[in-house]
Structures are given as C-alpha cells and as structure tokens.
C-alpha cells in the first residue's frame, strides 16, 4: 500500500458532528455523521487527488484538494464544533458556520449550504438524516429567512 501524504484526524470516538478542518490558513466546514469516517474519505480524496487522480470541480472540497496541492508544507487541524445525535442540530450548525464563512476568505467549501442527501423512499430518510430532522430544519430555515 501507498503511503498517504496527508493524514487527517480528529476524535476517534465521535458520531454525528460538525468539524472545521483547517490546514495553514484555510479551512473547511464538514458534517459527519461518524467523524473518523468522514475524516477517513475526506483523506483518501485528497491523497488520491495527489497522486494524480482527478478533482471533482462539484466536490465540496475541491478548493482545499487544490489549496493543498498548491502549498504542500502545512499540516491539519480538526476542531469539532458540535457533537450531537441530532440530525437537526447538525444541519442548524453547519448552516450557521458556512454562512460565517461566506466573508472569510480562508474559507474554502465548495458550497454554502449544508448537504441533505436524496430522500430514499425505502428508508424514509435523507441518506443518513432522519425525514422529520430534514423537515424541522428546513421550516427552521425559512423562518429565519423571513427575518432576514
């Protein structure tokens, strides 16, 4: 097996959280619902992207692939921001801190909303996300449009 360029970590005993992964100056919001393992992919993909493979201009960490290829001397940072069970809460997080991040220009995501999986009809669910979290977080998201 190849040896990874990056590693990233963060607590290993943490679910469902919202992470700011930072690396030098930049930095990425993340939601996961098992920390270790979203950690785990968002490292492959960069170390995969490193090696030669193609960076998604989609993915949501397509800027921080490229930010780290471009300035190879810096090393990562996970802070976890909120640790929690809810699906709900994790959505309310993320939202609050990518619209914080929209000003910064050290803030790197490739989208400023938070992502909900497609609804599977099978499950009930938003891929991980429960159906009524999704619901209560999308009334919760228009009523602080209304005020906005």
């Excluded at 990562?76 to 809460?89: A, I, M, N, P, R």
């Excluded at 992502?115 to 009930?124: R, S």
């Amino acid at each position: 097996m190849k040896e990874k360029p990056y590693i990233i970590r963060g607590n290993t005993w943490c679910e469902g959280s919202v992470v700011k992964i930072s690396y030098g100056k930049v930095y990425v919001i993340a939601k996961c619902k098992s920390q270790p393992d979203a950690l785990k992919r968002i490292e492959n993909g960069l170390n995969a992207f490193i090696r030669g493979g193609k960076n998604n201009l989609a993915g949501i960490y397509f800027h921080l692939y490229n930010y780290v290829k471009d300035h190879p001397d810096n090393n990562f940072k996970v802070e976890t921001l909120l640790e929690s069970d809810s699906g709900y809460k994790l959505l309310k997080k993320e939202k609050e801190e990518l619209d914080k991040g929209r000003k910064d220009s050290k803030f790197l995501n490739n989208q400023l909303e938070p992502l909900i999986p497609a609804y599977n009809d099978e499950t009930d669910t938003f891929g991980w996300l429960k159906k009524n979290e999704v619901l209560n977080y999308k009334k919760w998201l228009k009523k602080i449009n209304l005020f906005q």
